[in-house]
């Protein structure tokens, strides 16, 4: 069995807690680095019925001596869902599990918020580790504590903030990860880019224009400078309160509204934020606040990755905006954006209007003219 290898740690320094992130290479066989962060003698893990295969008995292997339940839920964003988080709490009561229980999530982004929900609820609070297996998770999911589940009406509407004991990025999971959801997770890689710009931006796009891959020599590098990038956010703002976190949304009031209309089922996560980006910066080029050339290089970064830029002509763009006024993100009545300035340059506004949304929906849609 390979060596398990810790190539860089990144550590989150929270109000009351500071926990690791680990980044290397055969992590989930570091039998001694998981066992660090489960303090009592239980713990569930729980995956989903296609990374259980691939992963889920090298987890168990490392709690052997204690009690170890799991459990293997259906595959998908839909089921990101109260049943869902009914059958993790079933399983914990129905297995005694008590208040210094550890729930292990093993998974992408949809297992680390659903698990990381259970344990912020189960005994008004229980402790979780993160095993994040796609890229997504990785650089941005399983960081930060964000937990929730979506409602039919609207995505993560239901949630908490609850940090895991530690996150352990294993880079070899992502060897088995399908192509279009390696490609999807570089859409959150290119909204930090446009969050710090500067040489991030730079080491980005030269990896895109390379051909970024799972065989990418930067990848490890970018991942923790992910992590970095968003721990830095978190920590001025664990709670989203002084709208400093709340930058990190860029792009996601389109993106949580276009999954939400498509039932969550047309796009990947990633995708939907990859359209998301497009139209932040279709509507920052419409208020004047950048030039067309910055409108070029998020249409070039997200082509060079891959990734939809358009919305499709049959989406119901009055049924969007709707939806758009269920994001969490609403004050005072008033739906928030993230807008870019420039690279390394965004802020919140606030005063952006229904009719101008509208027309930034419309110019957004595939064939439109007002494209680049
Ligand atoms: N909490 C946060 O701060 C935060 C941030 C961003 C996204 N999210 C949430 O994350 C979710 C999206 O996460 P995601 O993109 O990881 O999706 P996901 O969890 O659905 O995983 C994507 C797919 O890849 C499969 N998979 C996972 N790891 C694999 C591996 N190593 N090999 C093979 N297949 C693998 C999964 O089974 C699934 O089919 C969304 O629900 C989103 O809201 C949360």
């Not at 990144?10 to 290479?25: A, F, H, L, M, R």
């Not at 005994?123 to 964000?146: E, H, Y």
């Not at 990755?305 to 269920?326: C, E, H, T, V, Y």
Request: aromatic content about 6%.
């Amino acid at each position: 069995m390979a060596k398990p290898n810790i190539y860089q740690q990144v550590d989150v320094q929270c109000i009351s807690e500071k926990y690791p992130i680990y980044i290397g290479n055969h992590l989930l066989s570091d039998h001694t680095l998981l066992q660090r962060y489960v303090a009592g003698s239980q713990v569930l893990i729980v995956t989903n019925k296609t990374i259980a295969p691939l992963y889920l008995d090298n987890v168990k292997q490392a709690f052997a001596g204690i009690q170890c339940n799991d459990l293997i839920l259906p595959d998908g964003e839909a089921y990101k869902n109260q049943q869902s988080l009914t059958t993790i709490y079933d399983t914990l009561v129905n297995h005694h599990h008590h208040r210094d229980t550890t729930l292990i999530a093993l998974g992408g982004g949809v297992i680390g918020d659903i698990t990381g929900f259970a344990a912020a609820t189960y005994q008004r609070g229980v402790a979780f580790i993160q095993l994040p297996t796609t890229i997504l998770a990785q650089v941005d999911a399983s960081v930060g504590g964000k937990t929730a589940i979506n409602h039919p009406q609207g995505k993560n509407i239901i949630g908490s903030f609850h940090q895991p004991q530690a996150v352990l990025i294993d880079l070899q999971t992502l060897t088995t990860l399908p192509t279009r959801e390696f490609r999807a997770g570089l859409a959150e890689i290119i909204k930090y880019a446009l969050l710090v710009g500067g040489d991030f931006l730079n080491l980005l796009n030269t990896v895109l224009a390379d051909g970024f891959t799972v065989k990418t020599p930067q990848l490890g590098d970018l991942i923790a400078q992910c992590c970095r990038i968003k721990a830095n956010f978190v920590q001025v703002d664990e709670r989203e309160e002084t709208g400093e976190r709340a930058l990190l949304n860029l792009g996601h009031t389109f993106a949580h509204a276009l999954e939400a209309i498509t039932n969550y089922k047309r796009w990947l996560h990633g995708e939907a934020v990859a359209i998301g980006l497009y139209c932040a910066a279709l509507l920052s080029y419409q208020l004047g606040h950048i030039q067309k050339s910055t409108l070029e290089l998020v249409n070039s970064l997200l082509s060079a990755a891959k990734l939809p830029r358009r919305i499709p002509k049959d989406i119901d763009l009055s049924g969007l905006q709707a939806l758009m006024f269920n994001d969490k993100k609403i004050k005072n009545k008033m739906l928030r954006f993230v807008l870019i300035k420039a690279p390394g340059n965004c802020y919140l506004d606030a005063s952006v209007t229904t009719d101008c949304l509208h027309h930034v929906l419309k110019s957004a849609v595939e064939g439109e003219t007002n494209e680049c």
